[in-house]
């Protein structure tokens, strides 16, 4: 089992630019998030799919930020355009089930700067 | 607001030592929580959970505390080895089916 893969794992971009940060989650599991972690908030939750659906999206900070699920093995997060304070490490992260005590396997992160 | 809190961002303890890590959290709402382990350029790993109906889980070195009337939960690993240093994240989770996340506690252990 390969775990959650996301790339890029590092991305440097000029704010206005669009970036684009892609999630494949390990096969079987039904339950996508994707989390920020900064320094002054530890791990934020920004968007949660169950069975490609969002289910809460209340963590998403504005409309520059979008997310989808197509399918069940690739998820994307977009944000367009970025600005400096967007510079975070993104951390995707899937759960087979809904239980909480099926913990979540996250992926290595993606570091974005945005300079 | 911050409904899962760590309120030391870190601590060292000397190898051999007890390490206590402690979380506090708001909603009373919250039924299970869950430690993660991160080292660094990775990804969190789940270390060990704990159901609101217990107040005690243990695996191996390390084992986890809930405190409801206090709202509080602690991970306690001994004895800590070098090997351990890492940042440590609370989560807890309800009915939402979601896990809050606390802002995490560095961990070095000193050899």
């Known amino acids: 089992d390969a775990g959650v893969i996301q790339s890029p794992r590092h991305e440097v971009t000029e704010m206005g630019q669009e970036v684009t940060l892609r999630c494949k989650p390990i096969s079987g599991h039904n339950s996508l998030f994707w989390y920020r972690q900064t320094m002054m908030r530890g791990l934020e939750l920004l968007i949660y799919f169950n069975n490609n659906v969002p289910i809460d999206d209340s963590g998403m900070p504005e409309d520059r930020f979008s997310a989808k699920m197509p399918n069940a093995s690739f998820s994307t997060l977009k944000i367009q355009p970025s600005e400096p304070r967007d510079s975070a490490v993104y951390f995707c992260a899937s759960r087979e089930g809904q239980q909480l005590n099926y913990g979540y396997t996250f992926g290595s992160g993606t570091r974005l700067t945005v300079v | 607001d911050q409904q899962v809190k760590q309120n030391s961002p870190s601590l060292s303890v000397q190898e051999g030592r007890i390490s206590i890590l402690n979380c506090d959290y708001t909603n009373s709402m919250f039924d299970y929580f869950l430690w993660y382990k991160k080292y660094p350029a990775e990804g969190p790993t789940f270390l060990i959970s704990?159901?609101?109906?217990?107040d005690k889980n243990e695996d191996g070195r390390f084992t986890v505390f809930l405190n409801k009337s206090a709202k509080h939960l602690s991970l306690h690993i001994v004895p800590s080895q070098p090997g351990d240093s890492a940042v440590y994240f609370c989560?807890?989770?309800?009915?939402?089916?979601?896990?809050?996340f606390g802002s995490g506690t560095q961990l070095t252990v000193l050899p």
């Open positions: 989560a807890a989770g309800g009915s939402a089916r979601q896990l809050t």
């Open positions: 704990i159901s609101s109906i217990k």
